[in-house]
């Protein structure tokens, strides 16, 4: 069977790089097997979830190349939840609990205190009813627990292979607020059981999570997905992401001019068997990925590995690719292709291009740095037209009339005629340049 995946963020902040990563595992893993990619919106936290996130998460997924096969809100979905919350109240495994959160956080630490661990000791199981009375005539309202079955739950996880929870180890979770809103738990077990989601694969800060999961699978009446769980992405120093903070969300990423196929390498080779490398295409790099492959250790991500991938792409990039976009930056149709063939190599990022069309069309202020260079320079200026070997042989005249040779011959020529100290090969900005700006130039003149 073609295998369902899911994808599943909040809509409360921007995506980061770190998001990503899961985002592409499931779309790619999708993507080599001929399955679908769902797109879920855990839109439940009604306070921080907000239209103008969620269309950010279409807007950014579809920049990473990734375009959901099916879509679907939590929001939509609460009768679905009501409806399993009721069934779990009715099998005794969702109980009532009155507890405030101050009361909560000091039954912890006497736990703590005494060496015991902070899990909830299901004091709620054994209220009265007259208790309970007395607790809703004081205006508090019941949150839910889950009651867990004290055992072990074992996965054949696609990332950690043999994995195991213990269960008594755990907290009953919460899975239903006292306003009757739902946490994360019980909507993505009911919407993946409902939607027919085959296979789960994110982040192993939700290993935990399974242990809960399954035994809510399992009680509602479903078999489980197969469940794998990746390392997560941090910064180079270790640190986890937030969307909160805006750590290197995808929209800055974009906006700052990164390629979709550097973040994209980045975030899945990123902490794999794999050697992160630039690679373009969707299919490529689902090739690539193997979820059994992935290191157990945090996968740490460093900017300078980003610039260095981008700029591999852009000096890799074909014409065709970027001919929109230079367009865009206002370089001449005619001119656009030999200029990008002589400037991509010197671009780390393709919005670059817009600096050195500028050398090129100027105004440039020119720097004379040797009169007798300058001098010849502008005696030998060759007749148009000029090609690929202008250069070259008007380098071969200057040289034969001074005596120049190396830095001393080009560094002076490069000053004079862009008026910068290092720059693309001038062999291909020089015919681009033209005649009469660059004759200009070597008398000193901006042009």
Same mark, same amino acid.
């Given at each position: 069977?073609?295998?369902?995946?899911r994808f599943a963020p909040?809509?409360?902040?921007?995506?980061?790089?770190?998001?990503?990563?899961?985002?592409?595992?499931?779309?790619?893993?999708?993507?080599? !097997?001929? /399955?679908?990619?769902?797109?879920?919106?855990?839109?439940?936290?009604?306070?921080?979830?907000?239209?103008?996130?969620?269309?950010?998460?279409?807007?950014?997924?579809?920049?990473?190349?990734?375009?959901?096969?099916?879509?679907?809100?939590?929001?939509?979905?609460?009768?679905?939840?009501?409806?399993?919350?009721?069934?779990?109240?009715?099998?005794?495994?969702?109980?009532?609990?009155?507890?405030?959160?101050?009361?909560?956080?000091?039954?912890?630490?006497?736990?703590? /205190?005494?060496?015991?661990?902070?899990?909830?000791?299901?004091?709620?199981?054994?209220?009265?009813?007259?208790?309970?009375?007395?607790?809703?005539?004081?205006?508090?309202?019941?949150?839910?627990?889950?009651?867990?079955?004290? !055992?072990?739950?074992?996965?054949?996880?696609?990332?950690?292979?043999?994995?195991?929870?213990?269960?008594?180890?755990?907290?009953?979770?919460?899975?239903?607020?006292?306003? /009757?809103?739902?946490?994360?738990?019980?909507?993505?077990? @009911?919407?993946?059981?409902?939607?027919?989601?085959?296979?789960?694969?994110?982040?192993?800060?939700?290993?935990?999570?399974?242990?809960?999961?399954?035994?809510?699978?399992?009680?509602?009446?479903?078999?489980?997905?197969?469940?794998?769980?990746?390392?997560?992405?941090?910064?180079?120093?270790?640190?986890?992401?937030?969307?909160?903070?805006?750590?290197?969300?995808?929209?800055?990423?974009?906006?700052?001019?990164?390629?979709?196929?550097?973040?994209?390498?980045?975030? @899945?080779?990123?902490?794999?068997?794999?050697?992160?490398?630039?690679?373009?295409?969707l299919d490529d790099l689902?090739?690539?990925?193997?979820?059994?492959?992935?290191?157990?250790?945090?996968?740490?991500?460093?900017?300078?590995?980003?610039?260095?991938?981008?700029?591999?792409? @852009?000096?890799?990039?074909?014409?065709?690719?970027?001919?929109?976009?230079?367009?865009?930056?206002?370089?001449?149709?005619?001119?656009?292709?030999?200029?990008?063939?002589? @400037?991509?190599?010197?671009?780390?990022?393709?919005?670059?291009?817009?600096?050195?069309?500028?050398?090129?069309?100027?105004?440039?202020?020119?720097?004379?740095?040797?009169?007798?260079?300058?001098?010849?320079?502008?005696?030998?200026?060759?007749?148009?037209?000029?090609?690929?070997?202008?250069?070259?042989?008007?380098?071969?005249?200057?040289?034969?009339?001074?005596?120049?040779?190396?830095?001393?011959?080009?560094?002076?020529?490069?000053?004079?005629?862009?008026g910068l100290d290092h720059?693309?090969?001038?062999?291909?900005?020089?015919?681009?340049?033209?005649?009469?700006?660059?004759?200009?130039?070597?008398?000193?003149?901006?042009?």
């Amino acid at each position: 069977m073609a295998p369902l995946v899911r994808f599943a963020p909040s809509p409360t902040g921007y995506l980061h790089i770190g998001n990503a990563r899961p985002a592409l595992l499931n779309a790619l893993f999708a993507r080599a !097997r001929g /399955g679908r990619f769902l797109l879920r919106l855990d839109d439940t936290d009604r306070e921080r979830s907000t239209e103008a996130y969620a269309a950010a998460v279409e807007e950014d997924l579809a920049w990473l190349g990734i375009v959901p096969d099916l879509r679907a809100r939590q929001s939509d979905r609460v009768a679905a939840y009501d409806a399993a919350a009721d069934s779990l109240r009715a099998q005794g495994r969702l109980y009532a609990c009155y507890e405030t959160p101050e009361e909560l956080e000091r039954r912890r630490k006497r736990q703590l /205190g005494r060496g015991l661990p902070p899990i909830y000791d299901r004091a709620a199981l054994t209220l009265t009813a007259e208790e309970r009375a007395a607790f809703e005539a004081e205006g508090r309202r019941p949150h839910w627990r889950f009651k867990l079955d004290h !055992r072990t739950i074992t996965w054949a996880d696609l990332v950690r292979g043999e994995a195991h929870i213990d269960c008594a180890s755990l907290s009953d979770p919460v899975l239903v607020r006292a306003d /009757g809103s739902y946490l994360y738990t019980l909507p993505s077990v @009911v919407d993946d059981a409902e939607m027919g989601v085959t296979h789960v694969i994110r982040g192993e800060d939700h290993v935990t999570n399974t242990g809960v999961q399954v035994q809510i699978f399992e009680t509602l009446g479903h078999a489980p997905p197969v469940f794998g769980h990746h390392n997560l992405l941090t910064t180079a120093d270790g640190e986890g992401l937030s969307k909160r903070l805006g750590h290197l969300s995808l929209r800055g990423l974009r906006e700052a001019g990164y390629e979709p196929a550097a973040i994209r390498s980045l975030a @899945v080779l990123t902490g794999s068997a794999e050697a992160v490398r630039p690679v373009a295409s969707l299919d490529d790099l689902a090739r690539l990925v193997d979820l059994a492959h992935i290191s157990r250790a945090p996968a740490r991500f460093d900017p300078h590995d980003l610039d260095a991938l981008n700029a591999r792409l @852009v000096h890799e990039m074909p014409f065709a690719e970027a001919r929109e976009r230079l367009l865009a930056l206002g370089i001449p149709p005619v001119a656009a292709e030999p200029f990008w063939q002589a @400037v991509r190599a010197n671009l780390g990022k393709v919005a670059e291009a817009e600096d050195w069309w500028r050398v090129v069309a100027g105004p440039v202020e020119p720097a004379l740095a040797d009169e007798a260079v300058i001098a010849a320079a502008v005696a030998t200026i060759p007749a148009e037209p000029w090609g690929p070997e202008t250069w070259k042989d008007w380098a071969g005249a200057v040289r034969e009339r001074t005596g120049a040779k190396g830095k001393a011959l080009f560094m002076p020529l490069r000053l004079a005629l862009t008026g910068l100290d290092h720059g693309p090969d001038l062999a291909g900005l020089l015919p681009l340049i033209g005649h009469e700006r660059a004759e200009r130039r070597l008398r000193g003149e901006t042009a």
